[in-house]
């Protein structure tokens, strides 16, 4: 190979540099915690991954709030499914991404944050599949 390593460190050690920098925020910088993964797409393909199920997520809450359906009592259960997974699937881009831009204290908070959220997503999601009605007749 090239003989580069990619080398991913969420820990500090004594006299490191924690990654939260000098305190100004740079929005279009280039992520300091990750190099240059040796050429791969990695970097992109979860970046595309987030967006897709952002916008999976955001397009299934239009259609949620659709007022012919929500007006006549009907709530479309699939839908919720969709988004609980939509947002489920957002979880590990979202930590990756997280992770270019900053680590150390804040990036643990993060991820005790998605812990949690992955664990109530997946149960939202289980309780929307058993609330999905079922085809009446198998014929």
Do not use: H
């Amino acid at each position: 190979m090239v003989g580069k390593v990619v080398v991913f460190k969420s820990t500090k050690k004594k006299g490191e540099e924690d990654g939260r920098g000098d305190g100004k925020r740079r929005w279009f910088a280039p992520p300091e915690n990750i190099g240059d993964m040796e050429g791969t797409l990695d970097a992109w393909v979860l970046l595309l991954s987030f967006c897709i199920s952002a916008l999976t997520a955001v397009m299934g809450v239009f259609q949620i709030i659709d007022q012919p359906y929500t007006a006549q009592g009907q709530f479309r259960f699939f839908l919720a499914l969709s988004i609980f997974w939509a947002l489920y699937n957002m979880i590990p881009p979202a930590l990756f991404i997280f992770y270019c831009y900053n680590k150390g204290r804040l990036f643990e908070d993060f991820c005790s944050f998605c812990i949690t959220a992955s664990f109530l997503l997946g149960i939202g999601g289980t309780i929307c599949t058993w609330l999905v009605p079922g085809r009446q007749s198998c014929r």
